[in-house]
């Protein structure tokens, strides 16, 4: 298994552009999970998942919006990048109520 | 409001010197505390759950204990590939979304 897979690793963007987050899991996990890291901040809840086709709103949602059309992918969209969403974004999953958590590897994004 | 606070916010130890970090919490029913390790450019990588207080569990040179405000994480005869950010979080009640509530975590250098 690969567990949890996090692409692109890094990325620049400009103000106002947008981009995917992607995130992939093979573990068949039901829940899945989108944080940001800010330093000195911990990780701070953006969205999640319960399952396919559901989606509800974490800590700190605005400016970002995402799908779960399979069980599978948990893609993070940014619409018009903004500096204060430069940050380290990590997805996670796990199998259901009680268990741990597994995390990829994170995105660092940079807006400028 | 659900609350996780982490002591000290970064330590400095002699290999072979044991210490303790320290997470307490403030959230209106627990459904797990759960203990992670997170090195430098990597997402974080499970280490322990406890469920209740009284709890204790080990792996090598770690023991992480709990109470119903606070949770330990032992560290003895450190080595310096111990030295990483040591992350708490707990899942509160209720359950069914899984959220997990991040400490902003304790940095720990070994030095040989």
């Known amino acids: 298994n690969a567990g949890v897979t996090q692409t692109p690793k890094f990325r620049i963007l400009k103000i106002g552009q947008s981009m995917t987050l992607q995130c992939t899991q093979d573990?068949?996990?039901?829940?899945m999970y989108w944080y940001r890291q800010d330093p000195g901040m911990g990780l701070k809840l953006i969205y999640y998942?319960?399952?396919?086709?559901?989606?509800d709103k974490g800590e700190v949602p605005n400016g970002y919006n995402v799908s779960r059309s399979t069980t599978e992918d948990f893609p993070l969209r940014l619409e018009l990048a903004a500096p204060s969403q430069t940050s380290v974004y990590f997805c996670a999953s796990l199998k259901g109520s009680g268990t741990e958590a597994f995390f990829g590897q994170g995105t660092r994004l940079t807006v400028v | 409001e659900d609350q996780v606070t982490q002591s000290p916010e970064a330590l400095r130890l002699q290999e072979g010197e044991s210490s303790s970090l320290n997470c307490s919490y403030t959230?209106?029913?627990?459904?797990?505390l759960f203990w992670y390790r997170q090195d430098p450019g990597k997402g974080p990588e499970f280490l322990f759950t406890l469920y209740s207080a009284g709890e204790e569990k080990e792996k090598e040179r770690l023991k992480a204990t709990l109470t119903k405000k606070e949770s330990f994480l032992h560290i003895t005869a450190p080595k310096p590939e111990d030295s990483a950010t040591y992350l708490c979080?707990?899942?509160?009640?209720?359950?069914?979304?899984?959220?997990?509530?991040f400490g902003t975590g304790t940095r720990l250098q070994v030095f040989p």
């Open positions: 979080a707990v899942r509160p009640v209720p359950y069914n979304t899984d959220k997990l509530i």
């Open positions: 998942s319960v399952g396919a086709g559901i989606t």
């Open positions: 959230v209106s029913g627990l459904r797990g």
């Open positions: 573990m068949n996990h039901n829940y």
